[in-house]
Antibody, heavy 121, light 113 residues
Framework: QVQLVESGGGVVQPGTSLRLSCAAS????????MHWVRQAPGKGLEWVAV????????YYRDSVKGRFTISRDNSKNTLYLQMSSLRPEDTAVYYC??????????????WGQGTLVTVSS | DIVMTQSPDSLAVSLGERATINCKSS????????????LAWYQQKPGQPPKLLIY???TREFGVPDRFSGSGSATDFTLTISSLQAEDVAVYYC?????????FGQGTKLEIQ
């Protein structure tokens, strides 16, 4: 049974940093690309970043480039999102999502329950 | 960026009737090399993460009821629910994974009439 459990969310002030983690189990983590997708309260889905299974392909949406860093530790079956210079518009539930393939240009076929990040002074 | 536009924004359908949601992309998401459309459909119920229904525009995910079907190619796509059930009340999103930044439609809220 695929499980993705996000953690690390919370309430932070603008300009600060936060690291999200996503613990994966129930599948061969090292063979699949992984995504982060966010959803602001009451809004739609917004893709954030993706990393291929072997870390060779990494892409970000423009609004987080230079501020967010996606990474993975295949030995720990864990995906990370390091977020810095946080802005109020980054407030959202952040979902970790497993791709259906090893490469980055692939649909996501399993999502975690999400972790809420609130950026507010 | 590829802009995904869904129509309608909301939809009310009677139980047992057909529901149709449309999705239009601002650029083609059809790969000439693979002849695949990089288009997926998701269902999201309140308080839950999205659930994959359809990928490659028309391939139903394992376990998804066969009343859900996807069609279309290049820039125009459709999600059809052939006979609406009460448990299908949700928001539906189309999603292109053809090129970064991968983008979603704004969502279509489906309700029972």
């Amino acid at each position: 049974q695929v499980q993705l459990v996000e953690s690390g969310g919370g309430v932070v002030q603008p300009g600060t940093s936060l690291r999200l983690s996503c613990a994966a189990s129930g599948f061969a983590f090292s063979t699949y690309a992984m995504h982060w997708v966010r959803q602001a309260p009451g809004k739609g889905l917004e893709w954030v970043a993706v990393m291929s299974h072997d870390e060779t392909n990494i892409y970000y949406r423009d609004s987080v480039k230079g501020r967010f860093t996606i990474s993975r530790d295949n030995s720990k079956n864990t995906l990370y999102l390091q977020m810095s210079s946080l802005r109020p518009e980054d407030t959202a539930v952040y979902y970790c999502a497993k791709a259906g393939c090893s490469f980055s240009t692939c649909y996501t076929n399993w999502w975690g329950q999400g972790t809420l990040v609130t950026v507010s002074s | 960026d590829i802009v995904m536009t869904q129509s309608p924004d909301s939809l009310a359908v009677s139980l047992g009737e057909r529901a149709t949601i449309n999705c239009k992309s601002s650029q083609s998401v059809l790969s000439s090399s693979s002849n695949k459309n990089y288009l997926a459909w998701y269902q999201q119920k309140p308080g839950q993460p999205p659930k994959l229904l359809i990928y490659w525009a028309s391939t139903r995910e394992f376990g998804v009821p066969d009343r859900f079907s996807g069609s279309g190619s290049a820039t125009d796509f459709t999600l059809t629910i052939s006979s609406l059930q009460a448990e299908d009340v949700a928001v539906y999103y189309c999603h292109q994974y053809y090129s970064s930044p991968y983008t979603f439609g704004q969502g279509t809220k489906l309700e029972i009439q």
